[in-house]
């Protein structure tokens, strides 16, 4: 089992960015693939990006491809979003999210395919 959570969020202002953590508390998070996803108020979650067990795939959704990237380092049990160019659009509660086994295609877009959540943290980007 994992317990997820999320930091690295802030205020910012537009072009601005940051990079949020996601560690875990139980098993080792090298065992298992990583989601990252977003709410707005009044917006439904979305898909932000998603990294393999070795970070050897990854995915971005079309709004943060060139901006956002996901990383992660295995020594240290953590992996990473490095946010470039934030835009006041991307603010939002994100979340990181774990799957242990593989997936089909496309499914890491997929909220319901992780198994587990962390805790979300705020990034608000003023314009």
Same mark, same amino acid.
């Given at each position: +089992?994992? +317990? ?17 953590? /996601? ?72 979340? /990181? ?24 943290? +705020? ?5």
């Amino acid at each position: +089992q994992v +317990q997820l959570v999320a930091t690295g969020g802030g205020l910012v202002q537009a072009g601005d960015s940051l990079r949020l953590s /996601c560690g875990s508390a139980g098993d080792t998070l090298s065992a298992y693939w990583v989601g990252w996803f977003r709410q707005a108020p009044g917006k439904e979650r979305e898909f932000v990006a998603s990294i393999s067990w070795a970070g050897d795939m990854i995915y971005y959704a079309d709004s943060v491809k060139g901006r956002f990237t996901a990383s992660r380092d295995n020594e240290e049990d953590a992996a990473y979003l490095r946010m470039n160019n934030l835009k006041p659009d991307d603010t939002a509660v994100y979340s /990181c999210a774990a799957r242990r086994n593989s997936m089909f295609a496309d499914e890491f877009k997929v909220a319901a395919v992780y198994d587990y959540w962390g805790q979300g943290t +705020q990034v608000t980007v003023s314009s």
